[in-house]
């Protein structure tokens, strides 16, 4: 099977995960902070602060942010999950935001003005520029999971320059990978430091108590959400390859883009001149879409949905939010197609191939706006 995504991993990944284990610090060492202090210096943002994975880091980002019950949090629904779950994590609601037809991303104009904070993400990896808000929420928290070499209107997404935080996951399929990890950018020394506690049990202040020299404290619920020095010198030796990989996923991408200009395939948005896609996903969009996601497996071709909307799933099933109709359309015909720095050019020509033939024949995918 020709799979969606996948990792590419090198001997340097190895030699540099090896150091780490041959030393003295396992987790929570040197290696997690040259990872992210290399993630900083990339994204052009002030701190960035490691976590156990992309999840971990929403939650610490929706708790350092102080939301909590009473608090509305809006986000779209053509995305993972955890998009929406950090907000339930802390105990505040959801509403979800359809996305505009055009980039697949959440449409600006649609965040209620009601909502104390939007989880905003760059779906597939296409920049949403969050300057078009109408109105910034009390918060604005990056979900930047597919987003990381993505480069937007207001510069690197990661430089936080309309956020107060950005969240990168490092799970396999992502840009580069730790394993699993995840990091959050923020500008602000105030919320570095409650992402870092959060991080760690809530733990601070050791060493400042006379009487107990040995002594921490805590005052909330935290949690143990660190990356292992392990996961972390993975993470940094990838981040040199970023570039090439970007580069080869681009490349990839304009190739699916010619090979499929005459097909009944509706090819994904480009990103304007100036800016950097990072090309995570490749998510066409087709009539038909069951028959053609069954003959393509067949075919050995790992072709996979994403997402099905979260207001799809039963967990959010009481969440009250206006009609949805653009996502729900998008949804209809969607399909990721292979797409990674590894992916050589004859699997794609077999993807090419299969999918113009179970096509063939069929009409275009309507704007929703023309329906
Ligand atoms: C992958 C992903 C996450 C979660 O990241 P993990 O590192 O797997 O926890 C969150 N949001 C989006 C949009 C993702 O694609």
Not at 92 to 106: G, R
Not at 168 to 177: D, G
Not at 219 to 229: P, Q
């Amino acid at each position: 099977m020709i799979p969606y995504g996948r990792q590419c991993v090198d001997e340097d990944d190895v030699a540099a995960v090896a150091e780490v284990l041959r030393g003295d610090w396992l987790t929570a060492g040197p290696a997690v902070r040259s990872f992210e202090d290399a993630v900083a210096e990339r994204v052009d943002a002030r701190f960035a602060v490691a976590f156990s994975s992309g999840t971990a880091g929403l939650h610490g980002a929706a708790a350092a942010a102080g939301l909590g019950p009473g608090d509305l949090v809006a986000t779209p629904s053509l995305t993972f999950v955890a998009s929406a779950n950090c907000a339930r994590y802390v105990g505040a609601d959801v509403v979800f935001v359809d996305v505009e037809e055009s980039t697949m991303n959440l449409d600006p104009a649609l965040v209620p003005d009601t909502a104390d904070a939007l989880v905003a993400v760059h779906f597939a990896g296409l920049p949403l520029d969050l300057s078009r808000l109408e109105r910034r929420p009390r918060v604005v928290i990056e979900d930047a999971a597919h987003a990381l070499g993505a480069v937007g209107p207001l510069g690197p997404i990661g430089n936080c320059a309309a956020s107060d935080m950005c969240v990168f996951s490092f799970h396999p399929v992502k840009p580069v990978t730790s394993a699993e990890g995840g990091i959050v950018t923020t500008n602000s020394p105030e919320l570095a430091e409650r992402l870092r506690r959060f991080r760690n049990h809530g733990m601070h202040g050791a060493g400042e108590s006379v009487e107990e020299p040995w002594a921490y404290r805590i005052d909330e619920t935290a949690m143990n959400y660190r990356l292992s020095d392990l996961h972390a010198a993975l993470g940094r030796s990838q981040l040199s390859k970023l570039d090439r990989f970007t580069r080869r996923r681009e490349q990839v991408a304009r190739r699916y883009d010619e090979a499929l200009a005459g097909a009944a395939v509706r090819t994904p948005p480009r990103a304007p001149g100036g800016q950097v896609h990072s090309r995570h996903l490749y998510p066409v969009r087709v009539l038909d879409r069951r028959r053609v996601y069954e003959e393509l497996r067949a075919a050995g071709i790992g072709v996979q949905v994403h997402y099905v909307p979260v207001h799809h799933q039963p967990l959010y099933a009481d969440v009250l939010s206006a009609p949805l109709p653009v996502t729900e359309a998008v949804y209809d015909g969607l399909l990721s197609l292979p797409l990674h720095p590894t992916l050589t050019d004859a699997d794609q020509d077999r993807v090419v191939r299969a999918l113009s033939a179970t096509t063939a024949g069929s009409p275009q995918v309507e704007s929703e706006r023309r329906r």
